[in-house]
């Protein structure tokens, strides 16, 4: 089947709390040792999350690790040759150099910056693979090729049933990210919510019988499949949406547009993407920043203030609370106001809790409005299985699919119970509702 000696893929191996030993091939071997992945040893895997759960201080470089050892799996399972193995586990391995300090978060500030981009980690890690001097004299080669596998929309657009297949392994609705990162983190945090059988996932993996060539499911692993999209819900009501790190997470980026936009700390050039020329100025920042240089960049500027304080406040777990925290069906019917909140942007939010501010004589940074969404379909992409030799979305023929998703609104405040019973009444006025229906002093 390949020309590949047996040991190719076993030149290192890592150990690993979740599966032992993770080997290496000797390039893999080289692309961790490169400055652009070690940075991933210094951003966590889930943000501010360790407000709430002190050992959530894993990082995306481990996770990285896990998602070549997932991947693998994969490949095996699907029969593919050894040269589509190591394309596929090199991807797997760089997925995630593009992101920013704290994870996905930094997104936010980059989408603000750049509008026109809808997904910049993905858009910065094909920029790093294709500019970044010490990978691409690694990859060589195979630079183009592990590009386009992290890249789905230009693999859509190529028609390659053989590429589309591998490209899924890396990232679609059931990639090797997904099923690593839930039990990763379920393990980290130490809560049972993100455990499934990943065994069962992975021995009934199988590719669809048609010219199009995706990644399915056998019929025989669909309990198994629901399991993992409960686990996901679970730890997204559980864990990702924990009202203490979503507090944490928004007092961050609050910290940053003010860096950014008012004390001018950080130069918002500096954060511009180009699509179609270098981005050199841009990677020499980006590749500089990481969980803990962003917040030494800020606190030790003379020119940041405001910024400062936050981030100071959140080392000292000084984070603002609970004023509200209601759902749309908290509403006592009122569909107009339910209608309007779902479409409001964080732009709009944001006026409400400076109308709010200025009303109650409190600086803007003082209340936080915050919509929280969570999808009931619990993934996000399609996700098929195979029965009787035809293909079927699992959407409908799943028990737990539902059309809607469970939307939540915070309103945090200062810690001063006093305060937020005003901000609760304020916010109370403008939704026109009873106030317990909305309160959450805590």
Excluded at 85 to 108: Q, Y
Excluded at 199 to 212: C, E, F, G, M, V
């Amino acid at each position: 089947m390949s020309a590949y000696p047996k040991d190719y893929f076993r030149q290192k191996s890592v150990r690993d709390p979740l599966y032992g030993f993770i080997d290496l091939s000797k390039i893999e071997t080289k692309l961790v040792d490169t400055s652009v992945f070690r940075r991933l040893h210094s951003i966590k895997q889930l943000s501010h999350a360790f407000v709430v759960y002190p050992s959530a201080i894993h990082t995306r470089l481990e996770h990285s690790l896990g998602c070549l050892h997932i991947a693998n799996k994969m490949c095996y399972e699907l029969d593919l040759t050894d040269e589509e193995r190591e394309n596929v586990r090199i991807s797997a391995l760089l997925h995630d150099v593009g992101h920013g300090p704290f994870s996905h978060l930094f997104e936010h500030v980059l989408q603000k910056i750049n509008p026109t981009i809808s997904k910049p980690h993905e858009l910065i890690t094909s920029i790093i693979i294709n500019e970044d001097k010490e990978l691409g004299s690694i990859l060589d080669s195979k630079k183009d090729i592990i590009a386009r596998l992290l890249n789905p929309e230009k693999i859509a657009l190529l028609s390659d049933s053989k590429t589309t297949l591998l490209s899924d392994i890396v990232t679609s609705g059931l990639d090797a990210d997904k099923l690593d990162y839930l039990r990763r983190d379920s393990y980290h945090i130490g809560v049972a919510y993100g455990q499934f059988d990943l065994d069962r996932i992975l021995h009934t993996i199988r590719k669809t019988p048609d010219k199009q060539s995706r990644i399915c499911i056998d019929i025989k692993g669909k309990d198994a499949l629901e399991n993992y999209r409960l686990g996901r819900y679970l730890m997204h009501a559980q864990v990702y949406e924990h009202h203490a790190r979503l507090s944490a997470d928004q007092m961050f980026l609050q910290a940053l547009d003010i860096a950014i936009e008012q004390e001018k700390v950080i130069d918002k050039d500096l954060l511009v993407l180009k699509k179609d020329s270098t981005n050199e100025k841009f990677l020499d920042f980006y590749l500089s920043l990481d969980d803990n240089s962003i917040y030494d960049l800020i606190i030790n500027n003379d020119k940041s203030k405001i910024s400062k304080e936050i981030l100071v406040n959140i080392k000292n777990r000084k984070l603002l609370k609970r004023a509200c925290e209601f759902t749309l069906h908290d509403l006592d019917g009122n569909a107009n106001i339910g209608n309007d909140l779902k479409l409001m942007d964080k732009g709009n939010l944001i006026s409400i809790s400076n109308e709010i501010a200025k009303d109650l004589g409190l600086q803007p940074h003082e209340i936080i409005f915050h919509k929280s969404e969570i999808s009931i379909k619990l993934f996000k992409g399609e996700i098929l299985f195979l029965k009787n030799n035809q293909v079927f979305a699992l959407q409908g023929a799943s028990p737990i699919s539902a059309k809607d998703s469970v939307i939540q609104f915070y309103v945090f405040g200062p810690n001063d119970l006093a305060i937020r019973e005003k901000i609760a009444r304020k916010i109370a006025e403008k939704l026109d509702v009873s106030v317990d229906k909305i309160s959450q002093f805590r």
